[in-house]
């Protein structure tokens, strides 16, 4: 792939960050992305935005707030092993506005990132081809200076890339051709020995490379959807968070003292105190989500509102892990090498001053335990400019 250029000036002042954005150096424990790159993706070029434990873009209507956590989600997935035209349904929407095709009537978009973890960042960048046939024409990862990966499209008539591949043995790499529809990187387990130092490094990078982003949970709550009572199931909160009522089924009764912070956070975002939130079994046999107040009052999570629905399905999230939520069953690694990253766009949705402020302080609290990251979009960056531990990236003029 060709190498990044610095952004200039003007592109800086496009994605430029508040004094906050720039946190203390750190040594991560459990790999996380650090750094979201979009070289040519949509509304961005040669973006650079840097990661902290919670991270918030901001803009008006059309910056480009979106388009950057839609690039993130989608490295994310390719990670997880998903196929390329899954990913991105509709590739020309990614093209760069105003991208002019080549002499072969080729367009296409670069996104990456950095993950952080034990051994080191690790930089990840991929070129898609969007037009004529969508595929992934050049990928490279490095760490430390090395290139540890590296593909390239050579045969167009072929639905391969010729990758190579540090060894570091007697021979410098090793070439074998690769799907041109899935993340080489997440492959590379299945295609390195791990015989020499060489292909050890390879191994380690594109592992911490992989957890990094399987590590992710986009959240889009549904209130229109989530009030319904629904039939006992996994218990895995699905991403539209319609299943609200059987995920309180299994948490309430496995984790105490996870669901008492969640009543606590709850009642710090309403206006009446709340003394719990279950679930109650119905003659059906289904369940629906309730919530006890402190007069006494119950109140079925039907009748709230549609703020109030949002800011409890964003405080469950915040207080579980993967083995609640329905992260790909493939994605899956031990929780004590996983730190869940939280995609929301529209963090602050529909969200009153209170609840905005509880949801921010209850994000940073998670993240200081090393447990959760959370990357959000925001309308409005004044209560996250005021809130430590929140890294605020402006976009736009």
Known sequence: MPAQTPATAQERSSAR????????????????????????????????????????????????????????????RLGGGALLGEVFPDPVACVPQGARPDAQHRRGFR?????????????????????????????????????????????????TVQAAWHTGGAAP????PLPDDRLGTALLPLRVAGKTDGQRQVLAAAEQMVVALRSVFACDPQPDWMGAPVPTGTGRLLTGCDNLADV??????????????????????????????RAEPLDDGTVRAVLDRADGARTELARLGYGELRYVALALVLLTGPGVLDVDPAGEVPAAMQTL????????????????????????????????????????ATRAARTDGV???????
């Open 17 to 76: 960050e508040s004094p906050r954005a720039t946190p203390a150096p750190v040594r991560y424990v459990r790999p996380c992305v650090t750094e979201l790159r979009l070289s040519a993706f949509a509304g961005h070029r040669r973006a650079r935005f840097s990661l902290g434990p919670v991270t918030l873009f901001a803009g008006a209507s059309g910056s480009g707030k979106s388009s950057a956590l839609r690039a993130y989600e989608a490295l994310a």
């Open 111 to 159: 996104i990456g990132c950095t993950a952080d973890g034990p051994g080191g960042p690790v930089r990840l960048d991929v070129a898609v081809q969007a037009e004529p046939e969508l595929r992934i024409v050049g990928e490279r990862l490095s760490a430390g200076g090395v290139v540890l990966l590296e593909t390239a499209l050579r045969d167009p008539g072929r639905r």
């Open 173 to 176: 790499v090793t070439r074998a």
């Open 248 to 277: 309180l089924w299994r948490t309430r009764q496995e984790c105490g003292r996870r669901h008492a912070q969640l009543v606590a956070a709850l009642s710090a975002g309403s206006t009446a105190p709340v003394v719990d939130l």
């Open 341 to 380: 990253t939280l995609l929301a766009d529209g963090l602050d949705r529909g969200l009153d001053a209170r609840q905005g402020a509880e949801l921010l302080r209850l994000a940073v609290r998670m993240a200081e335990r090393g447990h959760i990251r959370c990357v959000g979009a925001v309308s409005d």
């Open 391 to 397: 890294t605020v990236v402006h976009l736009g003029p």
